[in-house]
């Protein structure tokens, strides 16, 4: 009995009742809400999956996925930039995509290896200064210091690309790859078994002997060194994964939306992806890929429903749209609150204590 | 610690300024217009800044948490303006009340930041963000009734942004302008911002503000001396939260608006590298560190707009300014070097 009430965690039992009255609220048909839910679960999948590994190396929640995400964007651009076809398009994001996210992941784990403590605060930083930085090339840079090749995607000015780029080369390239239709359900099973597969990558990752060494690091950070691991390279090592990792999945959830909001699609992602995950039961120091998994099933629910609910409810839309980021930002701060309380930077001495108890 | 490279970011920061102010003159923006707003912007914001000193001498860091006191700002003006109440009792009426209702937000809010040890600045940051939304809620249900401040159409939910003209607008900016010229020396703003931090000064010149200081600089220590730990720092919330809430009431009435929903979400970083770049460390700030970071930060933030209009492409100036907010903290992070980079608190 103490294990089951162990198991199902509040933050998760709050989200399901929530979820479930909403939707009982808004209204909507069933089927509907199924096939938006499938629609993200595939969309932002990926994307929750990346904040594991750092969490399992006591780093807390990685804000700095954005910085995955800029480097996806990146590729994307040079993509469109070179008109390649689909299927080569593709290769030649994800390739720029993972080497720029392999080079900026190992500058973000050097900076939070300086930061130690405060990791957290400090990668929300980095993302608002990699989005700065991000926003100044390609608005400032792109027709005044590089040369665009394909002159529709620029401003008529000449300098700076459009804020929306069309991506008609690779619209749901993937997610048409076997679908499945169960009655109303469209199911795409290819990109649905992509998504499980990086799950089990995650799950062996965090097996192996790399993956031991990591959580090996979160639990006592400053005793590590004594088994003969160099914490600093396995900080970095995580980081690193976690930033591809971040990189594929924005990558999958540009080629499923279709356009590329080019300044402003990155931003958030962080938020809602660290929401979903705790949603699902983690905390800032331990997380699962199972948690990741039913937050994402869980926080879109009420994604999805809670616009409709609040229209119902109260006859203003705007009301269910406040909840929605209270919400996103609030599953964090609970978490933030509840969970550092003993494991915080004073975790380690609280462990003692309860130790020599 | 080496001295020398704690003012690395105000070199920087001089250094580009010194270059903009070259630029300037070669476009021949007329120096009397960057001054005056200089002198403007520097008590229209050093309010702002100055909120976050107490939390940063008690060691509870950075307030990244400022929407909780903007919110109660803005909300005491809002009550004032639902009264009608203009000119100079308004102002003073929103400041108290303001005041009043920050002391009640800084209590829970330094209750919960004493629960969280250790990282209450990233606990703040999502406090703050998620304050927001909420009361994102209450703006747009709350009963009231002065129609300048509701909708148009409909006549329910507050404004996204309500002008003060008829009430309390710049009323510090033109008590007793002193013309000098061509220079407009605002000194009813620049008097209250000189007596917020004349007093701010003597609070730490008191028995209280020495033991805040302590529990910042050396927790254990502090703890052996008798102070109440818990209670600073509670104390040192409160002080931040009513500060801010008068900065933002100072703001306001400089601005001419007061902007509801989402516009104090992102305050707190500007106000913060603000600080950073006045060569503030931990455990360790003074006034001065805020008048000379809010003054370098936005005589450059006034420079930038019309130098990055006429050299380059106009939205460059608000990414650049972003680019400079964000670089400063996360400089300072890295600089601090975290936990274990401050002198441990010996428990």
């Known amino acids: 009995m103490e294990s089951l009430a162990r198991r199902c965690n509040p933050v998760t039992l709050l989200f399901a009742v929530l979820s479930l009255a909403a939707l009982s609220v808004s209204g909507m048909r069933p089927a509907f809400v199924c096939n938006e839910i499938i629609t993200r679960f595939i969309r932002d999948g990926v994307m929750v999956l990346a904040l594991i590994i750092p969490v399992t190396a006591g780093m807390g929640l990685n804000f700095a996925i954005v910085v995955g995400a800029i480097c996806a964007q990146v590729g994307l651009v040079l993509a469109v930039d070179y008109q390649l076809p689909g299927a080569e398009s593709l290769l030649l994001i994800a390739a720029v995509g993972v080497t720029l996210s392999v080079i900026l992941g190992y500058f973000i784990g050097v900076c939070l290896n300086r930061a130690r403590g405060r990791e957290m605060i400090t990668t929300i930083l980095i993302g608002f200064l990699a989005t700065s930085i991000y926003q100044l090339v390609f608005m400032v840079g792109y027709g005044t210091i590089i040369t665009p090749h394909n002159t529709e995607m620029m401003l008529s000015r000449g300098t700076g690309i459009r804020n929306m780029v069309d991506l008609q080369h690779f619209r749901n390239l993937l997610d048409s790859i076997w679908l499945v239709h169960l009655g109303e359900i469209e199911i795409p099973l290819f990109m649905f078994l992509v998504v499980c597969g990086m799950a089990a990558t995650v799950k062996y990752i965090l097996h192996t002997r790399l993956g031991k060494h990591f959580a090996a690091v979160g639990f006592r950070g400053d005793r590590v060194e004594l088994l003969g691991l160099d914490s600093s390279r396995i900080r970095i090592m995580a980081i690193v994964l976690s930033t591809v990792i971040a990189c594929l999945g924005h990558i999958i959830f540009i080629q499923n939306i279709g356009m590329l909001n080019v300044y402003t699609a990155h931003l958030n992602t962080d938020i809602f992806s660290c929401a979903a995950l705790l949603a699902g039961g983690a905390t800032v120091s331990e997380a699962r890929v199972r948690h990741a998994l039913i937050g994402i099933v869980l926080f879109h629910t009420l994604f999805v429903v809670s616009p409709q609910a609040g229209q119902n409810l109260f006859g203003n839309p705007a009301l269910g749209e406040y909840f929605r980021s209270f919400v996103a930002y609030g599953t964090i701060a609970v978490a933030l609150v509840c969970n550092l309380q003993r494991r915080g930077a004073d975790g380690i001495l609280n462990r003692q204590k309860d130790r020599d108890r | ?347």
Request: charged share 10%; with cysteine; glycine share 10%.
């Open chain 2, 1 to 347: 610690m080496n001295a020398p490279r704690q003012h690395i970011p105000q070199l920087v920061i001089a250094l580009f300024l010194a270059l903009m102010m070259g630029g300037a003159i070669w476009l021949k923006i007329p120096l009397s217009w960057v001054i005056n707003d200089a002198l403007v912007r520097l008590a229209m914001n050093g309010v702002l800044v100055l909120s976050l000193v107490p939390m940063l001498n008690a060691g509870i860091g950075i307030n990244f948490g400022l929407p909780v006191a903007v919110v109660a700002g803005l909300l005491g003006m809002c009550l004032t303006v639902n009264w009608k109440m203009t000119g100079l009792t308004g102002f003073v009426a929103a400041v108290l009340m303001a005041a009043v209702i920050a002391v009640i937000f800084g209590s829970v809010f330094g209750r919960i930041l004493n629960r969280v040890r250790g990282r209450e600045e990233i606990t703040a940051t999502f406090i703050g963000f998620s304050f927001i939304p909420l009361t994102n809620f209450f703006w747009a249900t709350a009963p009231f009734t002065n129609p300048a401040m509701l909708w148009p159409i409909g006549g329910k939910g507050m404004r996204p942004t309500i002008g003060l003209k008829s009430s309390f607008a710049k009323i510090l900016n033109d008590f007793l302008p002193l013309e000098i010229g061509p220079f407009v020396i605002p000194c009813g703003l620049l008097l209250f911002f000189a007596c917020s931090c004349l007093l701010v000064h003597l609070f730490f010149r008191s028995a209280t503000g020495k033991a805040m200081q302590a529990v910042g600089e050396n927790e254990g220590y502090a703890r052996l001396c008798g102070i109440d730990i818990d209670w600073m720092r509670q104390l040192a919330t409160i002080l931040s939260t009513v500060i801010g809430a008068v900065g933002i009431c100072v703001y306001a009435q400089s601005y001419g608006f007061i902007e509801l929903y989402d516009a104090p979400m992102m305050l707190a970083f500007p106000a913060a590298s603000a600080l950073l770049i006045g060569g503030s460390i931990a455990g360790r700030t003074s006034v001065l560190n805020v008048i000379i970071g809010t003054f370098l930060f936005h005589t450059m933030y006034i420079l930038s707009g019309p130098l990055a209009n006429d050299l380059l492409v106009p939205e460059m100036a608000e990414i650049f300014r972003l680019l400079l907010t964000n670089g400063v903290i996360l400089f300072a992070m890295l600089h601090a070097g975290g936990r274990n980079g401050k002198p441990c608190p010996a428990m």
